[in-house]
């Protein structure tokens, strides 16, 4: 992820009081109409427990 900026890795997870965040990836699914996008292995910040996951600002640019 994007070193010059903060990141919320180690930080409690906003669902679930158990959990922390940290590097990892996760499957998005987007749905338009009819149509389904499964995008897998996108690096993310993810719950250690419920697995919500927070993307960085540099993969929702697309660099």
């Not at 009081?17 to 993310?44: C, F, I, N, Q, S």
């Not at 419920?50 to 660099?63: M, S, T, V």
Request: proline fraction near 6%.
């Amino acid at each position: 992820m994007n070193d010059s900026e903060p990141t919320p890795e180690g930080t409690q997870c906003m669902y679930c009081p158990t959990g922390t965040y940290r590097e990892d990836t996760t499957t998005m699914t987007l749905e338009r109409d009819e149509t389904t996008l499964v995008v897998k292995h996108v690096p993310a910040y993810v719950c250690l427990h419920c697995r919500d996951a927070i993307l960085g600002g540099r993969d929702l640019k697309g660099a």
